[in-house]
């Protein structure tokens, strides 16, 4: 083996034990504001997941979501269809998982304060509805 070939061999033995140190300690992923952790990407998802509750179904926004969806409904294809999406949890979790990316990669200081806000209201909703059924 050259003196290259072993340079080589030992920075990819090298590199492969930073990776396995850092998926031991959840993370890091690539994401466009740079690292994050697994425990980070879940509470982002979960975050997600409630706005999109907030959105589609929950009843402190009936009010306004009922007079939205009234007046989408009563207008043409492109409306109505917009009416879809603002019902369909698919739909309207993709546009909540833009905005909790977005709202990571612009506001890193205070969004992991909302987002853990966010995750943990979800958490105590579902032991409620297991609970309280």
Not at 5 to 28: C, K
Request: overall charge negative; hydrophobic content about 45%; glycine content about 10%.
């Amino acid at each position: 083996m050259t003196p290259e070939q072993r340079a080589i061999l030992l920075d990819e033995a090298a590199a492969a034990q930073r990776d396995a140190a850092a998926l031991a300690d959840g993370g890091p992923f690539v994401t466009w504001g740079g690292t994050t952790r697994a425990l980070d990407l879940l509470e982002d998802g979960i975050a997600a997941h409630r706005l999109t509750r907030l959105l589609v179904e929950d009843k402190i926004l009936d009010g306004p979501r009922d007079l939205i969806l009234e007046h989408l409904d009563g207008g043409g294809p492109t409306a109505r269809k917009a009416a879809e999406g603002l019902r369909c949890y698919w739909c309207t979790g993709m546009h909540a998982a833009t905005v909790v990316v977005c709202l990571r990669a612009l506001n890193p200081r205070w969004w992991p304060l909302l987002r853990r806000a966010l995750a943990v209201a979800t958490v105590v909703g579902i032991v409620s509805d297991l609970l309280d059924p």
